[in-house]
């Protein structure tokens, strides 16, 4: 129910830009972004309110990436500028329609996940 695209190979300090669109209406609570990179686990990318537009952030993308809702119903974007080899892994796109008091970067309380889309960056 989620799609997510736009990962490919790009050189460091580029900028690549995912999309993650939805059936159906998911997207109506939280919706954020995380990624894996080789050998290491699952971590929290950003996460953005549908209804508020509320933003929340890694503190290693903080001021070069951007998530936010895209002018096409029901897509979600994250704009990655000033890419580094760190950044490197696969990126997963999630929903949560349930409200619940976790905060936005807890995924085990995502119950929406997209395929990944895997992100390049060659130094």
């Known amino acids: 129910q989620l799609q997510a695209s736009g990962g490919g190979l790009v050189q460091a300090g580029g900028s690549l830009r995912l999309s993650c669109a939805a059936s159906?209406?998911?997207?109506?609570?939280?919706v954020g972004w995380f990624r894996q990179a080789p050998g290491k686990d699952r971590e929290f990318v950003a996460a953005?309110?549908?209804?508020?537009?509320?933003?929340w952030y890694a503190d290693s993308v903080m001021g070069r990436f951007t998530i936010g809702r895209d002018n096409a119903e029901n897509t979600m974007y994250l704009q990655m500028n000033s890419l580094k080899s760190e950044d490197t892994a696969v990126y997963f796109c999630?929903?949560?329609?349930?409200?619940?008091?976790?905060?936005?970067?807890?995924?085990?309380?995502?119950?929406?996940w997209g395929q990944g889309t895997l992100v390049t960056v060659s130094s």
């Open positions: 999630a929903a949560r329609d349930y409200m619940t008091g976790a905060p936005p970067s807890e995924q085990a309380k995502y119950n929406y």
């Open positions: 953005f309110a549908w209804r508020t537009g509320a933003t």
């Open positions: 159906g209406g998911i997207f109506r609570n939280f």
